[in-house]
């Protein structure tokens, strides 16, 4: 039981490139959700999914797509990269529900120059 | 807007004292809290969930209370480590949809020999 997988760990990316970060559970978990961690800020959710084929809008969406079709994988894309961007970005899973403790995965620190 | 603010953002003591980590929130129509522990560069790990119901749930030397109707929760570490070190973060679901964690800036603990 692998918990929640990020890749890559880090990953330093220009401005304009795309690219797309990974997530996988396999606790088969519903709920899966991406966070920013800025210095100052704390974390802010991006995307969030209860399910697969579902996914909606989280307090800092813009710049960000998700899908999900599987219950397992959840990625991240950033369709053209600015230096916003620049965070720690955790993906975080846990069970339908609102009583449930959510676990997260070991993150994906991004630079865009 | 949920809001949470942890209070003090850093700490410092030696090791064997008690110590207790502040948590509040404005809206205290929650479903529950959560204090995680992060180490630099990695992932946050839960420590203690409490339900909204509850009023207090302890795990070895950890021991966390919430008074929902007044938005506080404090975590209270006895007898800290310098293995006790890190940054502890407290984040609160509400019960709107997507039951999004709203989490506060953290406190940095310091605990040394």
């Known amino acids: 039981n692998a918990g929640v997988t990020q890749t890559p760990k880090f990953q330093v990316l220009k401005t304009g490139q795309s690219m797309t970060l990974q997530c996988a559970q396999d606790m088969n978990h519903e709920y899966m959700s991406w966070y920013r961690q800025d210095p100052g800020m704390g974390l802010r959710l991006i995307h969030y999914?209860?399910?697969?084929?579902?996914?909606d809008q989280g307090e800092v969406p813009n710049g960000y797509n998700v899908s999900r079709s599987t219950t397992e994988d959840f990625p991240l894309r950033l369709l053209s990269a600015a230096p916003s961007q620049t965070s720690v970005y955790f993906c975080a899973s846990k069970q339908a529900g609102v009583t449930d403790t959510q676990y997260f995965g070991p993150g994906t620190r991004l630079t865009v120059l | 807007k949920q809001e949470v603010t942890q209070i003090p953002a850093a700490l410092s003591v030696p090791e064997g004292e008690n110590l207790v980590l502040n948590c509040s929130f404005t809206?205290?129509?929650?479903?529950?809290l959560q204090w995680f522990r992060q180490d630099p560069g990695k992932g946050l790990t839960s420590l203690l969930l409490i339900q909204s119901s509850q009023r207090e749930q302890t795990s070895g030397r950890l021991n966390a209370s919430l008074d929902k109707s007044s938005g506080r929760s404090t975590l209270y570490i006895a007898a800290s480590q310098p293995g006790d070190s890190a940054t502890y973060l407290c984040a609160v679901r509400g019960n709107q949809a997507g039951t999004a964690l709203i989490f506060g800036k953290g406190t940095t603990l310091s605990v040394s020999s």
């Open positions: 999914s209860v399910g697969a084929g579902i996914t």
């Open positions: 809206d205290s129509a929650i479903y529950n």
